[in-house]
């Protein structure tokens, strides 16, 4: 059965002070592994795809990267903007997503 | 704009009521998917479409009902609810289920049940 852990569950950081979110995973097969930010009370919000271990994405503040085992979602110089929860999913051969319980992140000014 | 819209955003129900919610995309892709978000519990797969025929059910309760007339829209039947069914429910859409991509979502449906 695939599985996605993040940590940590929850992130404070002052405005600038840069870090790291993780998601550890198994999967049957990676197909995809997926980040995306969720504001309260709304969707996710897709920010980046990555397939293959070695690979990374950027945008804006935020860069994601991935090994066989696990991803990193960094982000450089954060601002209170920044601020929501970050989920990670993989996608197996099986074509199901998993998802994890997220990161919840607050910026502080 | 996600290319995914729900409606309605909110909804009240009581326990004897029967409802639906409404899910459509506009990004021309066959797969879509009904999710449940509960607080503190990670998003929940409950039903998924792929062109059009159901090809997963992850032992969702028969008061929630599942209806996909066209690749573009998604409906969720809700009949005889319980107030532990109140949630977050979100749609979203993929290329197909095989594919690589990501999914698209949709703002959500925040459901209470009274």
């Known amino acids: 059965e695939d599985q996605v852990t993040q940590s940590p569950e929850a992130l404070r950081l002052q405005e600038g002070e840069s870090s790291s979110l993780n998601c550890s995973y198994t999967v049957s097969g990676l197909r995809g592994l997926f980040w995306y930010r969720q504001d309260p009370g709304k969707g996710p919000e897709f920010l980046f795809t990555l397939y293959s271990a070695g690979e990374e994405k950027e945008k804006e503040r935020l860069k994601a990267t991935l090994t066989k085992k696990e991803s990193f979602l960094h982000i450089t110089a954060p601002k209170p903007e920044d601020s929501a929860t970050y989920l990670c999913?993989?996608?197996?051969?099986?074509?199901?997503?998993?998802f994890g319980d997220g990161t919840t992140l607050t910026v502080k000014p | 704009e996600t290319g995914v819209t729900q409606t309605p955003r909110h909804l009240v129900m009581g326990m004897t009521n029967k409802k639906s919610l409404k899910c459509e995309q506009h990004l021309g892709h066959n797969a879509m998917y009904w999710y449940k978000q509960s607080a503190k519990k990670p998003l929940e797969l409950m039903f998924v479409?792929?062109?059009?025929?159901?090809?997963e059910n992850n032992s969702v309760p028969s008061r929630f009902s599942p209806e996909c007339p066209n690749s573009s829209h998604l409906f969720l039947h809700l009949h005889t609810l319980q107030p532990e069914d109140s949630a977050l429910y979100l749609c979203?859409?993929?290329?197909?289920?095989?594919?690589?991509?990501?999914?698209?979502f949709g703002q959500g449906t925040r459901l209470t049940v009274v």
């Open positions: 479409y792929n062109f059009k025929e159901q090809t």
């Open positions: 999913a993989v996608r197996g051969n099986a074509g199901k997503s998993t």
């Open positions: 979203a859409s993929s290329q197909d289920r095989a594919h690589k991509g990501e999914a698209f």
